[in-house]
């Protein structure tokens, strides 16, 4: 099977996609300051049985943006443009890390456009991050990796900085949703973690999951915020086997 790549020039931006497979949709969100190219564990798993669509998100990737603040709920909406761009009325979604905020966003306020919601590696305020986050090594691991992929595939490598410092306005204040929000949160959710999570307090995590009525809650074992890269095969299958409950 090969991986479509297509451009869709919506909200004022140029917002590039992949797709992959057929039957019923599936939306792959990757994490802040990564592209579509970070679910290659998860593409042509998913793709036997669904049809796959893995956005880069605005800024993020092949993807441009605007001098607008980047805002979880901004890339909310571009995700609402681009389903209905493709005639597409309801997907399944997996995020991980940022992807999970949005889609917790997308269960907010675009609940009509979800079957399901996969969130693994998210929190719901500012307050869940570990206080020693950025001295973790593998998170600066991972934003050094995000910075060099940046330049492979960015329309204009040069704006990175200016990006980094978008997504970092952002990550500061927000998410930033209260529990009465999360309560009202219908879709069927499962909120995925690794129990030795490196940026978010796995206590938060548990908190986030018993304020969503309609939430299940795993943490895998082995394994922390990375559990996609790390431990593909069994994030894949826990994927899967939510999504034929």
């Known amino acids: 099977m090969n991986a479509h790549f297509a451009k869709a020039q919506i909200n004022g931006i140029d917002l590039y996609y992949r797709t992959l497979g057929t039957g019923l949709p599936l939306l792959l969100l990757h994490g802040g300051l990564g592209n579509a190219d970070y679910w290659d564990n998860q593409l042509l798993v998913f793709a036997e049985r669904y049809k796959v669509i893995a956005i880069d998100s605005r800024g993020h990737g092949r993807s441009t943006f605007?001098?607008?603040?980047?805002?979880?709920?901004?890339?909310?909406?571009?995700?609402?443009?681009?389903?209905?761009?493709?005639?597409?009325?309801?997907?399944?979604?997996?995020?991980?890390?940022?992807?999970?905020?949005?889609?917790?966003?997308?269960?907010?306020?675009?609940?009509?456009?979800?079957?399901?919601?996969?969130?693994?590696?998210?929190?719901?305020?500012?307050?869940?991050?570990?206080?020693?986050?950025?001295?973790?090594?593998?998170?600066?691991?991972?934003?050094?990796?995000?910075?060099?992929?940046?330049?492979?595939?960015?329309?204009?490598?040069?704006?990175?900085?200016?990006?980094?410092?978008?997504?970092?306005?952002?990550?500061?204040?927000?998410?930033?949703?209260?529990?009465?929000?999360?309560?009202?949160?219908?879709?069927?959710?499962?909120?995925l973690d690794g129990e030795e999570e490196e940026l978010i307090e796995i206590n938060h995590v548990k908190e986030m999951a018993g304020l969503i009525p309609t939430a299940k809650l795993l943490l895998m074992a082995g394994v922390g915020h990375f559990a996609p890269w790390e431990q593909p095969q069994a994030f894949n299958q826990i994927v899967l086997d939510f999504l034929l409950e």
């Open 66 to 191: 605007t001098e607008e603040p980047i805002s979880y709920a901004l890339m909310a909406t571009d995700v609402i443009a681009l389903l209905d761009k493709l005639g597409i009325e309801r997907v399944a979604v997996v995020g991980w890390s940022d992807g999970g905020m949005i889609g917790l966003e997308l269960a907010l306020h675009h609940p009509e456009r979800l079957h399901k919601l996969i969130a693994c590696g998210a929190n719901y305020n500012p307050s869940g991050l570990r206080a020693d986050v950025n001295e973790n090594e593998k998170f600066n691991r991972y934003i050094a990796q995000a910075a060099a992929d940046y330049q492979q595939v960015a329309a204009d490598p040069l704006r990175w900085n200016a990006f980094l410092e978008n997504i970092g306005q952002m990550w500061a204040t927000a998410p930033d949703y209260t529990p009465a929000q999360l309560a009202t949160i219908a879709t069927p959710t499962l909120i």
